[in-house]
Nanobody
């Protein structure tokens, strides 16, 4: 069974940066595409970014393009989300997700992912 554990959340001022990490265990990491999603208070969970099993392909929501970078280290079974130029509207609970890779297309849909972490809170103050 795949297990995902997020870390790195916290409180940061607007304009600041944070790096989230997602540790993966239970299966072979480098056959899974990985994604990050977020859920602001009282709102739905939305797609943020995804990365292919090899790290060669990435996909971003328009709201974070140019500010956030997703990456992975297959030797460490870890996925990262570097968040720069943070805004108050980035405040949310951030979740890591995994799905077995089935081709080159990356998914931005919640239903496309099979495994989820417990999440980590990111709060951006103005």
């Amino acid at each position: 069974q795949v297990q995902l554990v997020e870390s790195g959340g916290g409180l940061v001022q607007a304009g600041g940066s944070l790096r989230l990490s997602c540790g993966f265990s239970g299966r072979t990491f480098n056959v899974y595409d990985m994604g990050w999603f977020r859920q602001p208070p009282g709102k739905d969970r939305d797609f943020v970014a995804a990365i292919s099993w090899s790290g060669s392909s990435t996909y971003y929501a328009d709201s974070v393009k140019g500010r956030f970078t997703i990456s992975r280290d297959n030797a460490k079974s870890t996925t990262y989300l570097q968040m720069n130029s943070l805004k108050p509207e980035d405040t949310a609970f951030y979740y890591c997700a995994a799905k077995p890779s089935k081709g080159p297309a990356l998914s931005g849909l919640l239903a496309g992912y099979d495994y989820w972490g417990q999440g980590t809170q990111v709060t951006v103050s103005s």
